[in-house]
């Protein structure tokens, strides 16, 4: 069975910074590209950023120089570092795990809230 557990969630001031991390489990984690996700109250789910197997990351413009998705395959962890917080940072952010034709699996999700 996959599972996909998150952490790191909270409450942070405007300016500050989380780290976000996904442990998975039931997968070859390492032929998986990885994303985070986020959704906030009355919005749809969105990518934030991803990486493939090789290492390669993509960022949404607006979270750009803020954020830094990174994995490693020896612990099946990937993270999400995410400086210089907004208050429109503020969501429930969720972790994607994917594999074309074999398996699209989702965690349940940690919330984050930035706000002074």
């Known amino acids: 069975q996959v599972h996909l557990v998150e952490s790191g969630g909270g409450l942070v001031q405007p300016g500050g910074s989380l780290r976000l991390s996904c442990a998975a489990s039931?997968?070859?984690?390492?032929?998986?590209?990885m994303d985070w996700y986020r959704q906030a109250p009355g919005k749809q789910r969105e990518l934030v950023a991803g990486?493939?197997?090789?290492?390669?990351?993509n960022y949404a413009d607006s979270v750009k120089g803020r954020f830094t998705i990174s994995r490693d395959n020896a612990k099946n962890t990937v993270a999400l570092q995410m400086n210089s917080l907004k208050p429109e940072d503020t969501a429930v952010y969720y972790c994607?795990?994917?594999?074309?034709?074999?398996?699209?699996?989702w965690g349940q999700g940690t919330q984050v809230t930035v706000s002074s």
């Open positions: 994607n795990a994917h594999l074309f034709a074999v398996g699209n699996y």
């Open positions: 039931g997968i070859i984690f390492s032929i998986y590209a």
């Open positions: 990486i493939t197997t090789g290492g390669s990351t």
